[in-house]
């Protein structure tokens, strides 16, 4: 069983910058697919970008694109995405998630894997 901790979640203030990383428990893990996503309190969950890092594609959502990115730091075996242009309207639960399949990074039902998520609050 694998398992996915995210970290760097926090409170900024709007315009402000986060970067958000998740690692894996094993490092024999190989996804083929993962995602960020996340879900602010009664909406949702909505994807936010995704990797494929075997061809090293990334996709961010249309309404993030230029202010998120998605990484990938293979010596360190962490999936990271940096928040930048924080809007109040950012506020919410992120979680990674992660599948061995080749598969659409953006529907969740793609992934096995979950991580339990890391807050972001922007006021």
């Known amino acids: 069983h694998v398992q996915l901790v995210e970290s760097g979640g926090g409170s900024v203030q709007a315009g402000g910058s986060l970067t958000l990383s998740c690692v894996a428990s094993?490092?024999?893990?190989?996804?083929?697919?993962v995602g960020w996503f996340r879900q602010a309190p009664g909406k949702e969950r909505e994807g936010v970008a995704g990797?494929?890092?075997?061809?090293?594609?990334?996709y961010i959502a249309d309404s993030m694109k230029g202010r998120f990115t998605i990484s990938q730091d293979k010596a360190a075996g962490t999936l990271n995405l940096t928040l930048d242009s924080l809007k109040p309207e950012d506020t919410a639960m992120y979680y990674c998630?992660?599948?061995?399949?080749?598969?659409?990074?953006?529907?969740?039902?793609?992934?096995?894997?979950w991580g339990r998520g890391t807050q972001v609050t922007v006021s």
């Open positions: 990797l494929h890092p075997g061809t090293g594609n990334s």
């Open positions: 998630a992660a599948d061995r399949r080749y598969g659409a990074w953006y529907q969740g039902s793609q992934y096995t894997y």
């Open positions: 094993t490092n024999t893990y190989t996804a083929h697919c």
